[in-house]
């Protein structure tokens, strides 16, 4: 496969590195907004009812379900657990739940994140109540759950606070290769530590590509959120969310011709000083791209 032609870096590596998002088109999206709240319904009315069938058809292959204290577990493996011990397509019904202030917004044609807060209702055990954050994204058609994080109603700590200071890890100058090409990105917090800012260079030989990405905390979605430019005239943005030590970003990006790519970018930390990155579930224009994968390491702090 061939990274460079008529010298620039070319696409594929492009759509790699910064399958980041792009700010997604809001307009006519009533009906899908209508199906994304239906999917939610059915899915507090499956646990509910104990309902194992309609759980595991809501669900994606890969998802993941976060609890408040921050453990994650894939859903097919919580779901395979169930199975064993309930010997059947049920499992103990919940109590009934209800939602409120519930906002959707979409990040591209085809992945929607919906927050809000639930409370458990009814049953002898006491109210439960927390604040959570789903990613949808349709597949054949129907809205399924990718990820699914809760986290307390009434944290002791400011969100913004606490998960602005996890992304302290990415803090340096990092370095790694990918087919014959050189990544290296500088990353420094503000004056303020309110954004992280990054700098990407992508070099093959006398070809160059240069970018910026602000990763701060959005108050309106009430998420960390990254924004990003390149000098080929592409820009992005992405939506994050932390599993155990990983750190995924989901979202769009607007090629130079205008084209958009999706992607989810996923940072894993082996170590302190070592970050595997990589990119998944590639798209442009809704045609699959190859997954990539680059390892960078810590040149200085």
């Known amino acids: 496969m061939r990274f460079v032609q008529t010298g620039r870096i070319a696409p594929v590596i492009l759509l790699f590195l910064w399958g980041l998002p792009a700010s997604a088109q809001q ?12 999917a939610g319904k059915d899915y507090l009315a499956a646990i509910e009812h104990g309902d194992m069938k309609a759980l595991a058809d809501l669900w994606s292959a890969d998802g993941t379900y976060v609890d408040p204290s921050g453990k994650s577990v894939k859903v097919k493996d919580l779901l395979a657990e169930w ?9 103990p019904a919940r109590p009934r739940a209800t939602v409120d202030n519930v906002k959707i917004r979409f990040l591209g044609s085809d992945v929607a994140v919906e927050d809000g807060d639930c409370e458990s209702v009814g049953g002898s055990a006491p109210k439960e109540c927390v604040h959570y954050s789903a990613i949808w994204s349709r ?20 969100p913004a606070t606490e998960q602005l200071a996890t992304l302290d890890v990415f803090v340096g100058r990092w370095s790694g290769q990918i087919n014959g090409s050189t990544v290296t990105i500088n990353a420094k917090w503000d004056a303020n ?3 992280l800012s990054r700098e990407l260079t992508i070099a093959i030989g006398k070809a160059t590509l240069t970018g910026t990405q602000q990763i701060g905390w959005d108050p ?4 960390i959120h990254s924004w990003m430019f390149m000098d080929d005239g592409s820009r992005g943005d992405a939506i994050w ?8 970003a989901v979202g769009n990006r607007i090629l130079p011709d205008g084209k958009m790519s999706t992607s989810t970018q996923v940072y894993k930390f082996p170590d302190k000083n070592t970050i595997v990155w990589k990119s998944v579930r590639g798209a442009v224009d809704g045609l699959p791209t190859e997954d990539f994968e680059v390892v960078l390491k810590r040149v200085t702090r």
């Open 220 to 223: 309106l979605s009430e998420h």
């Open 83 to 91: 199975t064993a011990k309930a010997g059947d397509a049920q499992i």
């Open 27 to 38: 307009a006519n999206r009533s009906k899908d907004e209508a199906d994304v709240r239906q």
């Open 139 to 158: 597949q054949n058609g129907k809205w399924k759950l990718d990820t699914l994080r809760e986290s307390a109603s009434t944290p002791s700590t400011s």
């Open 241 to 248: 969310s932390r599993e155990g030590t990983a750190w995924l």
């Open 193 to 195: 530590q309110k954004f």
